[in-house]
């Protein structure tokens, strides 16, 4: 892997005339993966930043709000320079038919982007499964709207009894987890499922958050199986991530993947 060096992020940052900021390779656990994170200014957006970064704007988004051109941007943004840190070839990432997006050979990735922050996990080599996934910091009528979303009685006890974590942390924790989780596992399942399916049972540790499923989703995942999300948080937001090994009941070696602190 050949990482972009901060002379390229910073370049990367002043092609984009202030749309992109403070742009980090973070450390993903393993050798073939990277994990980058940045921020864009949405009123710094115009149209022309596409062609100033040599990406394309798809039709689809072509009646699209400027945010959710200002976001799709962001996102196709980060995933370039990840590709580049893999040594990977770095063309277009059209949307796929389920709306996520197609990789190019030899590759899996992952994009999010939420309230101003980007970021994409990404991986040489096609067999694996990943996620990842951005919220800011919840408070407010955000956070009770997160809690009776994602968390039940269990997850609402916990949180509240739990000392590792403010409750507003955790709560939004848990709900960038349970979406990392979600984007995972859909390719499997093929289906939407809520966030019921799977439960926080204890206080997140070391850079993990344990989710186990409450109930089968498929013949491969069983009700009970669990699954150890990397998170890491900052002033103002929490960044979580996960990947699979494609088959073999989707067995996981996330000892060794998932070694990983932002």
């Keep these: 892997m050949s990482a972009p060096t901060a002379t390229d992020l910073i370049a990367l940052c002043a092609r984009s005339r202030g749309f992109l900021t403070d742009i980090t390779l973070r450390d993903a656990g393993h050798v073939d993966a990277v994990l980058v994170h940045g921020r864009f200014e949405s009123h710094s957006y115009t149209e022309d930043l596409f062609h100033d970064l040599s990406l394309a704007c798809p039709a689809s988004l072509s009646t699209a709000q400027p945010i959710r051109r200002a976001e799709f941007l962001a996102g196709r943004a980060m995933a370039r320079a990840a590709l580049h840190a893999l040594g990977q070839p770095a063309p277009e990432i059209p949307i796929g038919p389920d709306l996520a997006p197609l990789w190019p050979r030899g590759s899996a990735g992952s994009i999010t982007h939420a309230r101003g922050h980007c970021a994409c996990f990404a991986i040489a080599d096609p067999g694996w499964q990943v996620g990842v996934d951005v919220q800011t910091l919840a408070n407010g009528h955000a956070l009770e709207s997160i809690l009776s ?65 409450t109930q089968t989703l498929c013949q491969e995942l069983p009700r009970g199986e669990h699954f150890d999300i990397c998170f890491g948080m900052a002033s103002d937001h929490v960044l979580t991530w996960l990947a699979l090994r494609r088959g073999s009941d989707l067995c996981r070696d996330l000892d060794t993947f998932c070694g990983c602190r932002p």
């Excluded at 269990?154 to 949180?159: K, M, Q, T, Y």
């Excluded at 499922?193 to 070391?206: H, K, M, S």
């Design 149 to 213: 979303m994602t968390a039940n009685e269990n997850e609402r006890a916990l949180i509240v009894r739990q000392m590792a974590l403010p409750p507003d942390w955790l709560s939004t924790l848990l709900f960038s987890a349970k979406e990392t989780l979600f984007k995972v596992l859909y390719p499997v399942v093929r289906r939407f499922f809520g966030f019921d399916c799977a439960e926080l049972r204890t206080t997140p540790a070391n850079g993990y958050l344990r989710l186990h499923l």
